[in-house]
Structure formats: structure tokens, C-alpha cells
């Protein structure tokens, strides 16, 4: 059986995109997202699953900043539908606070909004249900899956909540081993770059000039150096490929740092 870290409580979000991903799996939680990488590092779990970013909220900066930092490879990602419930014991009348993860919060702003209620971060989705469950107070309620309703025995008062019903978290799965080349792969790498005219364009012209398809780029603070960023980039094809091998050795050429973080089959919205 396939050893699965993810962050949260049972019936979290990562937890259901684990068991979607793997056909027969053990799911391991831990309480944060350097906790599972570390798992898998210190081969305590054979993969690691990462939401990475929503359709509605956009990306995980924690997820990225975890990315740089990590020796581990991606291996697969999935997209998972998110079906967002309110939880409680009270009526929806009853309800004036609101528990969940900061995106959950996010993709539900306009409900949330809609019945004056005040909202409190929770770490996780499904430990929001466990927070509201010990409260045992009927204004209090959680925002949080179906799933997570049955494991801790809670009544959904309202279903379908999220801001846009068409509502997708994309995971990244990451192990130690990499992923075997495929027809239809997707590439993961960061960069960081000179402060200096046009250095941007010389890099992201390669992509153009290779006939490759970037299909995400976003920018993240270094840490380090004040407005200085490092760049996330997803892009059709393998890193194994030769023109592809070329063409970052290319981009390495012209950036001062350049890590990859892996070649994995792409995923489609089911």
C-alpha cells in the first residue's frame, strides 16, 4: 500500500486528492506543509501532496516558497474539485461566525458576506469541523467538505457554497523518486534572474523560439533581497527530451539561479 503525507485533518481536501490520485493508499496527516515534505524526505512516506493553487483564490504562497526549498521531485498533479459545505449544529439563521482555512474563506467570500458573518482562520478545512464540534454552540459553524460532515459526525446546514461552483484545487504529488517520461508531460521549474533590462525577455523568448507551450508563470519574493523574485514556470513536455534539455541550459545560461523541480504527466479537469 502507498504511503500518502498530507496536510490537515481527516477529510481534508488533500486527503480526498490523495485517495484520487492513488488507488490504494495509506494517508498519513501532519499539522503543516514543511512537516509532510519533511515525511517523505526522511522516508517516513513514500509521496508528499501539495495544494500548489485555486480557480478562485489563486496561488498557495506557502505551497511555492516549499517548492524551492525542497529535494524532493514532482511526480504528478491532480485537480481536484472542492464542494464547499457549512457545518454546524445551529440553523442558518443562527450562524454570526465562521471557521475554515483561509481559502475556503476566500472562494466563499460572497455567501459569507451575503449573511453578515464573521470569519475566523482556521489551519485546515476539516480541523475547522473539529473546532466548531468541541464549541457545541449554534452560531458557530465551519466551512468544509461532505466528507469531513460524516467523519466527525456534524449536520451540513447548506451545500454548494463557494463563490463559483466551478471550483478546482490544484495538487502536486512529490517524492524522492521521479516520474517515468510520458507522451504528454509537464515540466515544473523555478528561476531567478539579473536586475537588469530585458532579462526576463531573453529567458521567456526561449519558449517562443523552442515551439513550447508555457502554460503558468508566477513570481515570488526571494526572501533574501528585497524586490527581488524567484519564478515559478510550468510548461508542456519533458525535461528529458533533448530539445527541451537544450533549451534550459539555455534559460540557465541567462538566469542566476535555475532548479527543476520535475517532468510529470498533465493532468486534465475531470
Known amino acids: 500500500m502507498t504511503s500518502v503525507s ?6 481534508a481536501y488533500s486527503e480526498a486528492a490523495a485517495r484520487s490520485f492513488f488507488e490504494n493508499v495509506k494517508t498519513i496527516p501532519f499539522a503543516t506543509f514543511a512537516e509532510v515534505l519533511e ?15 485555486n480557480s478562485l483564490e489563486g496561488s498557495v504562497g506557502e505551497s511555492y516558497d516549499l517548492l524551492y526549498s525542497t529535494f ?23 450562524i454570526d461566525t465562521v471557521y475554515s482555512h483561509p481559502q475556503a474563506l476566500g472562494q466563499c467570500r460572497k455567501f459569507i458576506e451575503e449573511h453578515n458573518m464573521k470569519t475566523i482562520p482556521a489551519y485546515d478545512t476539516a480541523g475547522s469541523v473539529k473546532i466548531v464540534k468541541e464549541l457545541e454552540t449554534k452560531n458557530c459553524a465551519c466551512i468544509a467538505s461532505k466528507t469531513s460532515s460524516t467523519i466527525y459526525e456534524m ?17 502536486l504529488v512529490l517524492s524522492k523518486k521521479e516520474s517515468t ?23 521567456i523568448e526561449n519558449f517562443h523560439k523552442n515551439n513550447v507551450n508555457l502554460t503558468k508563470i508566477e513570481s515570488r519574493p526571494t526572501k533574501t533581497n528585497t524586490w527581488e523574485y524567484n519564478f515559478y514556470v510550468d510548461f508542456e513536455g519533458n525535461s528529458k527530451n533533448p530539445k527541451i534539455s537544450k533549451m534550459l541550459e539555455k534559460i540557465k545560461e541567462e538566469s542566476m539561479f535555475l532548479k527543476i523541480l520535475g517532468s510529470y504527466p498533465s493532468a486534465k479537469l475531470s
Do not use: M
Not at 498530507?6 to 477529510?11: A, D, I, K, L, P
Not at 524532493?72 to 443562527?94: A, F, Q, S, W
Not at 449536520?155 to 495538487?171: G, Q
Open 6 to 11: 498530507f496536510q490537515g485533518e481527516r477529510g
Open 39 to 53: 515525511s517523505t524526505s526522511k522516508n517516513e512516506t513514500e509521496y508528499s501532496i501539495l495544494p500548489v493553487e
Open 72 to 94: 524532493l521531485n514532482v511526480i504528478g498533479e491532480i485537480y481536484h474539485r472542492i464542494e464547499h459545505c457549512l457545518i454546524g449544529i445551529g440553523k442558518l439563521e443562527d
Open 155 to 171: 449536520p451540513i446546514i447548506t451545500e454548494n457554497i463557494a463563490n463559483n461552483l466551478n471550483n478546482y484545487t490544484r495538487f
Open 181 to 203: 517520461e510520458s507522451e504528454n508531460d509537464k515540466t515544473s521549474i523555478i528561476f531567478s534572474i539579473k536586475h537588469e533590462p530585458g532579462s526576463l525577455f531573453r529567458i
